[in-house]
């Protein structure tokens, strides 16, 4: 059967290849990602059928569909969206949900691969690199469904102070062998630049890791998350300085984020960088499992959240006044916090970092 109207999704990632991020059961597991299967049900509905770039590909290879009836949405650089483009595929929507610390090759090619799609999605920060020829829309990480908020526990059965973040660093520790090694590696199998030098000044791995560092020593914080067990990733003196701490701790990975964090009263939440309009699902997760998050991130969250809802981290000089300041933090201005994270959600503003709310714009642009 000839398929007459396809969207083709490329990435990147490899286990989002052959259909399987179309899959709710697949994409729950990829902060971000829900969107996928929602979008793909919405365009079934108009007779369009969605599949991810390499089965595009496979199908066009095999005379089942025609590129030049395949729209593409490309997210980060994709090997196949570059091939499906070359065949006659149309660029309908450019993205990338990662930050440009960890997603060079994208950043760096913007005003060159922008024009070849009709519509550009970034993070408020890059959007001057896109082409003037495309829509430019600033982008808003789909972290939520409206449906599915927490309450958490009351304020009495609270444990004080959690963090849930894997052990990654900004910078990847290898030998200079296991460098040239990976660079050829890379290079051979067409993988793009993820690391970018400059925004290395930007980045936030340094600050979680003294304020685990330090709340995690006066037995403070409650941390979860992969990775911890081994810190050979992180650089020496944070080997040293955290070794102890990180044996107190003794962090695990959480099943249910939501459920875990609604068992706190406040959450630490870094981003991986300073980057302007850079806000993902680390806040908003924070707002829909109704805990009052402490944010280090997007130096304009105040365009994107209510300042009523969230603590500035940015404001403290050290973690030493940090914990001073949640320690005079009464019940009762903690419930109005939470109240105003909860009115957000549910507002135009909220709506737009919901899984709906960025489904209906990519099928608005997709449609246009």
Request: proline share 5%.
């Amino acid at each position: 059967m000839i398929i007459r109207r396809v969207v083709a999704y490329c990435t990147a990632a490899a286990p989002f290849s052959e259909n399987q991020i179309l899959k709710r059961e697949t994409a729950v597991w990829y902060p971000g990602a829900l969107w996928i299967p929602d979008l793909a049900d919405k365009l079934a509905v108009r007779s369009i059928t969605m599949m991810t770039g390499d089965v595009a590909l496979r199908k066009i290879q095999s005379g089942e569909i025609d590129p030049n009836d395949v729209s593409l949405i490309a997210e980060d650089r994709s090997s196949e969206a570059d091939e499906l483009i070359r065949l006659g595929a149309m660029g309908k929507v450019l993205l990338c949900f990662e930050s440009p610390l960890f997603a060079a090759s994208f950043y760096q090619s913007l005003p060159q691969v922008s024009p070849y799609f009709e519509h550009c999605m970034v993070f408020q920060g890059a959007a001057q690199d896109a082409a003037p020829s495309v829509a430019l829309h600033h982008l808003y990480f789909p972290s939520f469904d409206i449906a599915h908020l927490r309450k958490g526990q009351p304020w009495s059965a609270r444990n004080h102070l959690v963090m849930i973040a894997g052990n990654k660093y900004w910078k990847i520790r290898r030998s200079p062998i296991r460098w040239v090694a990976a660079k050829i590696r890379d290079i051979v199998f067409r993988s793009p630049e993820r690391f970018s030098k400059k925004y290395a000044s930007l980045q936030l791995h340094d600050a979680r890791l003294a304020a685990i560092s330090y709340f995690g020593r006066k037995g403070l914080l409650d941390l979860f998350g992969n990775g911890w067990k081994n810190l050979s990733n992180l650089p020496a003196h944070w080997q040293q300085e955290l070794a102890a701490t990180i044996s107190l701790l003794n962090p695990a990975p959480c099943a249910d984020k939501l459920a875990t964090m609604g068992a706190y009263k406040f959450a630490l939440c870094f981003e991986n960088i300073e980057f302007p309009g850079y806000v993902t699902e680390k806040v908003i997760d924070c707002l829909t499992a109704g805990i009052v998050p402490i944010y280090w991130g997007a130096p304009n969250i105040r365009e994107y959240l209510p300042d009523t809802c969230f603590i500035d981290g940015r404001k403290f000089s050290s973690p030493a006044d940090l914990d001073a300041y949640l320690g005079k933090i009464s019940e009762t201005e903690w419930a109005e916090m939470l109240k105003r994270g909860r009115e957000f959600l549910n507002s135009d503003a909220g709506h737009r970092f919901s899984y709906k709310g960025f489904t209906e714009r990519m099928e608005a642009a997709l449609l246009s």
